[in-house]
């Protein structure tokens, strides 16, 4: 009971702040150097501890592009080129091992890149490579895969991200799933860079892809987390098929460890809104600070947008929205001219994040401002109380209410008879719009209503627990 009430404390603060004062502003677009601007197409990012912002360029939605890195310093508005394969014949020959850039992370001062080998070298399948750039030179370039060093990488890889273990996990197109590729000198479960084999791997909640359309895009692990253990989760995000065919979203895996990945389970998050729930081909990249936030970019028809949500079990609260001048009813004027935003990073010490952008070909960066505690909300709300999302639900679910003014709230749960069950809210809460969570694991399946009573007004809904 302590941890949930702490929970709804937290939701109720990270909820308002999205409304209200949200400390992110638009400061600067940054940019690829001209000469390269008819072939870069940026696509997947990440920060290294020292700030330095890498990003991978990959011919995975244009044939044109060329798969290349680049990297820009702390205080830089000009990427520099690490290295394009393309250029140096590594990509789409029958002797290079780079068909498109699929991925990268970094841990301390290696840069890890996924890549799937070019398909006429190795068809009838698409296999897979991995390439590791100690202290992140060229001259000192490692290649794992199919073919190169270690085993596996049968199958191609989307997105990645490594534990602090040196245990790199990505999506893969077989069998809809991840897999765990270790390169940790401690664990020798596997030969270093090898995949960790379990006997099957769980699919992704979507099902099965669909000719090779809705794939497991990226990968978020939680920074230094002890992945070693069972509850430890992780994060992977998914296209669906099509607009009417739902097959994608954000997936939160628990259950297994790096060592035996064959346990791990996931289950698809749910958000209020339906962000989550993506229906094209863009990478809907993520990543996952220390403060327990989940960013995800996403592009859907109207909009296009980057989020912080505020993870708890299946369901994810919005908390931060980066300010977009093309975010549908949520326009800012001020805000990052985004055109197809592929992929968010944050530094180490969540003062910066920047947004990648695979059509406008250029990433956008968005800084902390000073935020004034008496600043009043930007938008007025009506007093109202939503019906919670999932209804019927079980065991949990999201109740939404909006406050036009600060005031005394309870929010509390009754059964039919008028029994009160749970005491959701009770205390002094801000205006604007607030989301909090029920848990019925306790309850019985049938009707229960919630209530929220403010100084001068009531409101209640009824909702079905069906276990």
Request: proline share 6%; hydrophobic share 35%; with cysteine.
């Amino acid at each position: 009971m302590k941890n949930f009430l702490q929970f709804v404390i937290l939701s109720l603060l990270f909820t308002s702040i999205i409304y209200s004062q949200n400390p992110w502003q638009y400061t600067q677009q940054l940019y690829f150097p001209p000469a390269d601007s008819d072939f870069v197409r940026p696509f997947l990012s990440a920060v290294a501890d020292d700030g330095t912002l890498w990003v991978i360029s990959s011919r995975i939605q244009d044939i044109n592009a060329h798969n290349a890195i680049y990297s820009l310093a702390p205080g830089d508005t000009m990427f520099k080129k690490f290295i394009d394969f393309s250029e140096n014949g590594d990509s789409d020959s029958l002797l290079g091992n780079i068909g498109a850039l699929r991925g990268l992370t970094i841990r301390g001062n290696t840069l890890y890149v996924s890549a799937s080998q070019p398909y006429p070298k190795t068809a009838p399948n698409t296999v897979a490579a991995m390439y590791l750039y100690p202290n992140f030179d060229t001259l000192q370039v490692l290649k794992y895969g199919f073919g190169l060093q270690g085993s596996g990488y049968g199958s191609y890889n989307h997105g990645c991200d490594i534990t602090k273990d040196s245990v790199l996990f990505t999506g893969i197109s077989f069998g809809t799933t991840f897999r765990c590729y270790n390169f940790s000198d401690t664990i020798t479960v596997a030969g270093y860079g090898s995949y960790i084999p379990p006997a099957q791997y769980a699919m992704e909640p979507g099902g099965a892809q669909l000719g090779g359309i809705d794939l497991i895009r990226d990968v978020a692990l939680i920074p230094d987390g002890d992945y070693f253990s069972t509850s430890t989760p992780f994060y992977t995000s998914r296209n669906s098929y099509s607009s009417t065919q739902q097959t994608g979203g954000i997936a939160v895996w628990t259950g297994g460890t790096q060592r035996t990945p064959v346990n791990y389970s996931g289950q698809r998050i749910l958000d209020a809104d339906n962000f989550l729930a993506f229906n094209n081909l863009y990478p809907c990249g993520i990543t996952h600070d220390r403060n327990n936030l989940l960013w995800v970019a996403g592009v859907d028809s109207t909009r296009r947008w980057v989020k912080a949500f505020y993870m708890d079990g299946i369901f994810a609260l919005p908390v931060y929205d980066l300010p977009s001048q093309f975010s549908g009813d949520i326009q800012d004027p001020n805000g990052a001219p985004m055109n197809s935003p592929s992929d968010v990073a944050i530094t180490l010490d969540s003062s910066a994040v920047y947004v990648i952008d695979q059509w406008s070909r250029a990433a956008f960066k968005f800084s902390k401002r000073l935020v004034n505690v008496d600043e009043e909300p930007t938008t007025i709300f009506e007093f109202s109380l939503e019906q919670n999302y999932p209804n019927p639900f079980n065991p949990s679910t999201l109740i939404r209410y909006n406050l036009p003014t600060s005031s005394n709230v309870k929010l509390i749960v009754t059964d039919v008879l008028g029994n009160e069950v749970q005491t959701l809210v009770d205390g002094f809460v801000t205006a604007g719009r607030h989301t909090t969570v029920f848990k019925g694991e306790s309850l019985s399946s049938g009707i229960y209503f919630y209530t929220l009573i403010t100084d001068n007004s009531k409101l209640s809904k009824k909702m079905t627990l069906l276990k």
